[in-house]
């Protein structure tokens, strides 16, 4: 898509200017198939910063209050962002993540459903989960460091800041594949996922 690799080469410009930015670990995304991204939720900045970081597309999945924002919610649709509906079982959205990981897409789940306020890891929802059980997707957590920083909360304007985003490997999740209609095996999902990301963040 022309818009979003426009984007891309414009982010990876700006982000070594302003972010000092370092990704470790793009080798543990798969280079084919569909796939789940699970990054750690801190600021506005994080979809730009994790897409950028990612030589693959991907897809984000955004509350769909932003896609009612006139010029932003547009941009986020023209670069391949679908909307959810939060704090409730969202079908739809259910769905065109499902679709797009069986097309082969790289699909970004935030597995908090929101900003961290005091950018600490928050309980995962349940949506990861029963997207990861139903697509048997590779789940691949990232751990954004400094983001918060670069775009701290009510700011418009980039600052200088640090930025690491550190990329995992897959989490195995077979023992839980055929346990989609389990709550427990879906509360599991977003505890390894979250668990995964606590330990990128204590890396060097």
């Known amino acids: 898509m022309l818009l979003y690799r426009l984007a891309w080469v414009v ?12 990704v470790t670990g793009r080798e543990n995304i798969p280079t084919a198939g569909g796939v789940i991204i699970a990054p750690n939720h801190v600021s506005y900045s994080d979809p730009p910063v994790v897409g950028a970081a990612l030589r693959r597309q991907v897809r984000f999945m955004a509350k769909e209050e932003l896609f009612r924002i006139p010029i932003l ?24 993540a499902l679709r797009l990981l069986e097309r082969g897409h790289v699909v970004c789940i935030f597995p908090e459903g929101k900003r ?4 600490n890891l928050q309980q995962p929802e349940l949506g990861i989960g029963m ?3 139903k697509s048997r997707a590779p789940v691949v957590p990232i751990a954004l460091i400094g983001t918060n920083k670069l775009l701290p909360a009510h700011s418009v304007l980039l600052k200088f800041s640090r930025v690491r985003v550190r990329i995992g490997k897959p989490i195995p999740m077979d023992d839980l594949y055929d346990r989609t209609g ?10 390894r996922v979250i668990a995964a990301i606590a330990e990128l963040q204590k890396s060097p």
Not at 182 to 191: F, I, K
């Open 11 to 22: 982010l990876r410009i700006i982000l070594p200017i302003f972010g000092r930015w370092r």
């Open 73 to 96: 919610g547009l941009l986020i649709r023209v670069v391949g962002a679908f909307p959810v509906k939060q704090k409730t079982a969202d079908r739809t959205a259910l769905k065109n």
């Open 116 to 119: 961290s306020p005091d950018g």
């Open 131 to 133: 997207i990861a059980l």
């Open 182 to 191: 389990d709550r427990a095996a879906l509360e599991q999902v977003g505890q």
